[in-house]
């Protein structure tokens, strides 16, 4: 469960941050080498995703809810927009669904 939840955020920092490269290339006006920088990121991204030993599908729904609580982090502590009550609710919630997509018992 441990390296399970590791590559989810080894996976979610590649992406948020190949992401956040992408933006500030086309956005801020940053360099062309931020977004060459942003895409290798994204593609490191695609490759630790397959490190986790469930399917596909069920890897990529459990992983959409640890996106959105790293994104909340992210908007946090480099945009330095705090999340209020409701963004930290959803967060919680889409944690719970990752543990029940990725652990619940099956038979």
Request: net charge neutral.
């Amino acid at each position: 469960m441990i390296k399970s939840l590791l590559y989810f955020v080894w996976a979610g920092l590649f992406e948020i941050g190949g992401g956040y490269l992408i933006w500030l290339w086309l956005r801020e006006g940053k360099s062309f080498w931020w977004g060459i920088l942003g895409g290798i990121a994204l593609a490191v991204y695609g490759i630790i995703a397959t490190f986790q030993s469930a399917n596909f599908g069920r890897v990529y729904a459990a992983y959409g809810g640890v996106f959105i609580v790293m994104a909340m982090l992210w908007g946090w502590k480099v945009d330095g927009v705090t999340p209020d009550f409701y963004d930290l609710l959803g967060a919680c919630l889409a944690v719970a669904s990752v543990l029940i997509i990725m652990f619940a018992p099956r038979g």
